[in-house]
T-cell receptor, first 113, second 116 residues
Framework: DQQVKQNSPSLSVQEGRISILNCDYT??????FLWYKKYPAEGPTFLIS?????DKNEDGRFTVFLNKSAKHLSLHIVPSQPGDSAVYFC????????????FGTGTRLQVTL | GAVVSQHPSWVICKSGTSVKIECRSL??????MFWYRQFPKQSLMLMAT?????????EQGVEKDKFLINHASLTLSTLTVTSAHPEDSSFYIC????????????FGSGTRLTVV
């Protein structure tokens, strides 16, 4: 039972354009969402998070949007840079910061020149 | 701040032997530690959650007698893969949360285990 899904396994975007990565979840108990960037054979690197009391959070080039009614969140990267090429995972938790994270399936982003 | 050091970064072992993976929180107290496993091109799957001083809680389908987790202090948690088999070959990652952990969850750099 995949409670967090990223339906696009891969995405290719030109440098300077916007990258939009999507994530859907099914568990209505999730109240905290995070995005991570990951390279092979490395641990995930935290990018940005959002609480369910908000619908948008912005940090530099990264913006996360949350649509609770649709159980959908998205990560926008503007402008995209070649160094952004990696696998991106969304993750969700419910019940506080000590709660376990449920990860999505990942989206491989490639930013081309 | 909020660094988790995971060792070793990679290990090769023979079938039937045991392997220990360590995760240390360097600048915060890790009250809760999570252990994940990632197979190639797949998501991170939670194996178990451990709170300092308590027995770990294992996810469904994870053998607690095979994957021994110890979280005896606020800065150290270990995962021991006992009687390893080739199908245990995977990428294992720890994550910690606790006092002083800015983003709530801090991940180690992972351990690539290959069982031959």
């Amino acid at each position: 039972d995949q409670q967090v899904k990223q339906n696009s396994p891969s995405l290719s975007v030109q440098e300077g354009r916007i990258s939009i990565l999507n994530c859907d979840y099914t568990n209505s108990m999730f109240d905290y969402f995070l995005w991570y960037k990951k390279y092979p054979a490395e641990g995930p690197t935290f990018l940005i998070s959002i609480s369910s009391i908000k619908d948008k959070n912005e940090d530099g080039r990264f913006t996360v949007f949350l649509n609770k009614s649709a159980k959908h969140l998205s990560l926008h990267i503007v402008p995209s840079q070649p160094g952004d090429s990696a696998v991106y995972f969304c993750a969700a938790s419910g019940g506080g910061t000590a709660s376990k994270l449920t990860f999505g399936t990942g989206t491989r982003l490639q930013v081309t020149l | 701040g909020a660094v988790v050091s995971q060792h070793p970064s990679w290990v090769i072992c023979k079938s039937g032997t045991s392997v220990k993976i360590e995760c240390r929180s360097l600048d915060f107290q890790a009250t809760t530690m999570f252990w994940y496993r990632q197979f190639p091109k797949q998501s991170l799957m939670l194996m178990a959650t451990s709170n300092e001083g308590s027995k770990a809680t294992y996810e469904q389908g994870v053998e607690k007698d095979k994957f021994l987790i110890n979280h005896a202090s606020l800065t150290l948690s270990t995962l021991t893969v006992t009687s390893a088999h080739p199908e245990d070959s995977s990428f294992y990652i720890c994550s910690a949360t606790g006092t002083g952990s800015r983003y709530g969850y801090t991940f180690g750099s992972g351990t690539r285990l290959t069982v031959v």
